[in-house]
Every structure is written in C-alpha cells, then in structure tokens.
C-alpha cells in the first residue's frame, strides 16, 4: 500500500506484524534511511544487509533470510540498498510466501511510475511504500521541531530554521545534531531543556572537525583555488569522504527545486525570498551563485555522479580521499564553466 506523510510516522513506530516490505524510495535517500533507522528501532531490531545482486541470482534467498531466525536472537531488518529492479522477483516471492520473522526493507532512489517494483509495494497489502522528499520551508522547521520532542528539545521557529538550513534539510543529520544538542543540554522526554542559539554556537556542526559543507559548497561555486586548498587539510585517512558527498547531495537536494522554478520562469531572488527563514543569512549569497550558474539538467548530473561515488566508497574497506577530491575539483572546474 501507499504510505501519505500523515500515515508513515505511525506505520514505522507502531509497524503492523502483517507488513513484509517496506520500500522507501524517492530524491531524499537520506529521510528513507532514517524512516527504515526508525523500524529498526522500533522493532529492537538489528539490520541485517543483503545486496539486490545475490536476490537477482537466487530470489528465494530473500525469502529464506526474511524466515530466518537471528544467531543471536532478537529480531532482525532484512536491509537491502540499493533497491534496484534486480530484487522484483526476490518481493514477488516474500509476499506470495508464508509469514517470515523480519521484514524486509528495501532503500530506494527516484522510482519512475511504471516500475514494477514500486507497483508492486503499492498493490500489496503486505507492503508499505513512501515515497521521500526534502521538506522546505515551514515543513522543515516542523519535521525539527517535532524531532525535537523526542529528545526533550523545545525548539523555536527562528532556531528549527537555522537547524534544518544547515542540515540541508536532511533528516538523518538533524537527528544527529539534536541527539548531540540534547546531550549538551541534559535534556529528555521527562526534562525537556529549550535548546537556543547559544548551545547550538558551542556544539553544533558548523564547529566540527573539517567542515563537510564548505568543501561541497567551493566545488559547486566553482572556487577551484579554494577548494584545492581545503582538499590539502583533508584528513589523510580520508574517513569523512562519505559525510562530503552527503553534504553535497543535501545542497543537490536542496538547489534543484528551487532551480526548476527559476526555469520555469520566476526571478532567482524572489526564489530565494520566499524561503524566508529556511534560508540562513549567511548562505544566501552562495546559494544564488549556484541557481544562476547551474541548470536543473546539470544539476542531476552532479547528484547522479555523487549518488555513484557514494557506493562505489561504501563497499571500499576505506573511502577513498583521492576518488572524492577527484570528483570535487571536476564539480568546480564545471561550475567555472558555466
């Protein structure tokens, strides 16, 4: 079945033992790993990963680990990323079988209409698909605000869009930010603290070792000269490559949007006004080199690159600081270009 905003909340917290497979898909992959972090959880669930690649050879295999019994014990989270076309007949196997012991779960970019992985999430009522986006504006400081009370966070409008702004309105960073704030703070359900610009000046991200945006942001400005420099200082072991690229694919997030209305017709400045407080000060500038200089196929292009970059790192036993600066300075070097 198809899962609304109002209805996934309740559907991840609360999951219903009859529902097989989740398929999270859509532009923000980041909200669909938290949504499937957030089943996990709320079953007590360990993730167990299968790659789409050994579902293609042996569809029966999804089944079998789907009725499998943990080697040490609890409940498992059969996580399977990315979800490709290869698993359709692994699912089409789960949900005709009989009732296994975890649910699977199924990460997914951009699905077009007709694929036959998605119709099927969305036939079944065995299955749970939803589909993610990057809120904006209002609906990024609530989904803050609201994420905030589980960690006892009192969190105004002014300071959930300074928060959500340098997320990039990533949910699972956001998370990460107020599991850290509310840690500062001392805050819980139980003894919620107000969390303000104050706690956020001495702990947040902006203050973390080597700022992953900044490197993001020089190559998609085209500041070649910048850039190389802060390549220099990256750390040797290259362990925050991963944190860049989703640092870039936030700002991707965040820029295409807002770029296809500009192409549809509407000024970059009156853009950029409507985001209103979203929008932090100090970003605005920025954010409108980039909408001037790169279109919404150009754009696609750079996150289809990083999306590629990302998993070719992932299944390295270490990111690869080479691969990333590579791929940084060809973002700059097409940045000053256009």
């Known amino acids: 079945m198809k899962a609304s905003k109002a209805t996934i909340g309740r559907a ?11 398929l999270f898909h859509g532009p923000d992959e980041s909200q ?4 499937a972090a957030r ?10 990963i299968m790659p789409a690649g050994a579902i293609k050879s042996d569809p029966a295999s ?3 680990e789907a009725g499998a019994m943990s080697l040490f014990g609890g409940r498992r989270v059969v996580w399977i990323e990315p979800a490709t076309k290869d698993i359709e007949d692994g699912v089409v196997a789960l949900l005709e079988g009989p009732p296994g012991e975890s649910p699977v779960v199924g990460i997914a970019g951009a699905l077009p209409k007709t694929s036959a992985l998605l119709k099927l999430a969305e036939a079944s009522p065995l299955a749970i698909a939803y589909a993610s986006y990057a809120p904006e504006g209002q609906e990024a400081e609530r989904m803050v605000i609201d994420l905030g009370r589980r960690f006892g966070l009192e969190i105004s409008n002014p300071i959930a869009a300074r928060l959500a702004n340098s997320a990039g309105n990533d949910q699972a960073v956001v998370v990460q930010e107020l599991e850290k704030m509310a840690l500062y703070l001392g805050a819980s359900p139980e003894a919620p603290k107000v969390l303000d610009h104050g706690a956020i000046d001495e702990v947040g991200a902006a203050n973390a070792e080597g700022d992953f945006q900044l490197l993001a942001d020089l190559a998609m400005s085209g500041s070649l000269d910048e850039l190389a ?10 362990s925050e490559a991963i ?3 989703r640092s870039l694919q936030r700002r991707l997030l965040m820029l295409a949007p807002l770029r296809a209305r500009v192409e549809r017709g509407e000024r970059v400045d009156g853009v950029l006004t409507s985001l209103g407080r979203s929008l932090f000060f100090k970003d605005k500038a920025k954010v409108q080199r980039m909408l001037s200089k790169w279109s919404a196929e150009d754009l696609a292009t750079v996150a289809d690159r990083a999306g590629k970059l990302e998993r070719s790192l992932m299944l390295t036993a270490a990111p690869d600081r080479e ?7 060809a973002i700059a070097r097409k940045a000053r270009s256009l």
């Open 62 to 64: 999804l089944v079998d």
């Open 243 to 245: 944190p860049v690229i």
């Open 12 to 22: 991840v917290d609360q999951p219903a033992a009859a529902v097989r497979f989740y």
């Open 229 to 238: 420099d802060e390549l220099a200082r990256f750390p040797a072991g290259g």
């Open 323 to 329: 691969a990333l600066g590579e791929e940084l300075l």
């Open 39 to 48: 089943l996990a959880e709320a079953l007590d669930a360990s993730k167990f």
């Open 32 to 35: 669909s790993r938290a949504l």
